[in-house]
Every structure is written in C-alpha cells, then in structure tokens.
C-alpha cells in the first residue's frame, strides 16, 4: 500500500505564491512518474503538470511559466512552485504517483488533496 499526502494549501491573494508538496510512504519498488491535478468547485479534475522520474516535465498550456513542478527522489516527494497565482487557480490540487510494485503491474495512486484559494 502506498500513501501519498499533500501539504502546502491555504489562502493566498492574487499574485501571491504557494508551494505544494507530496510526500510517498509505503512498501513499493520505485515511484515512476509523479503528477499534480486540481479540481476547482463545479469543475472537473484537470491536469496540471507531470515529472518522470528522470525529471522531464510537462505542463498544461495554460499554467506554462507560472507553475514549476519538480521532485526529489530520495525523498519521494513532487513539489509544486505555484507564482503569479490567480483567482481562477483556487481549486483542490491533488497528487498523483505510477508506482511499480515488485509483482504486479504499474499502480495509480492519489492523494486526499490540498485546498488553495486565491483571493482577488
């Protein structure tokens, strides 16, 4: 079992910054690639940005310039360096990790969430 927990929320006015982390515990052989997605109110879940585990990361042509994901191995923690925030980023950001367990395939895993509001 693998658990993933995100720290990092709050409340931030607009232009202000946040930087969200995810930290993995359990019995795995590795992480593969790590992922943040968000859900604002009455929204679907999006996806915000990804990070292999060489550290190659993509972006939702949207956030591209403001948001920077990156990930420390050893740690087995995915970071998410929010700037520039703005009030339409307000949403519940979750986490996301590929995990390869010695003898079954690839598993998806989610975190609970973090909850960031912006404030105009």
């Known amino acids: 079992q693998v658990q993933l927990v995100e720290s990092g929320g709050g409340l931030v006015q607009a232009g202000g910054s946040l930087r969200l982390s995810c930290a993995a515990s359990g019995s795995f052989l590795r992480i593969d690639d790590m992922a943040w997605y968000r859900q604002a109110p009455g929204k679907e879940r999006e996806l915000v940005a990804t990070?292999?585990?060489?550290?190659?990361?993509t972006y939702a042509d949207s956030l591209k310039g403001r948001f920077t994901i990156s990930r420390e191995n050893p740690k087995k923690t995915v970071y998410l360096q929010m700037n520039s925030l703005k009030p339409e980023d307000t949403a519940v950001y979750y986490c996301?990790?590929?995990?390869?367990?010695?003898?079954?395939?690839?598993?998806?895993?989610w975190g609970k969430g973090t909850l960031v509001t912006v404030s105009s």
């Open positions: 996301n990790a590929i995990v390869q367990h010695l003898a079954v395939a690839s598993v998806h895993y």
């Open positions: 990070i292999t585990r060489g550290g190659s990361a």
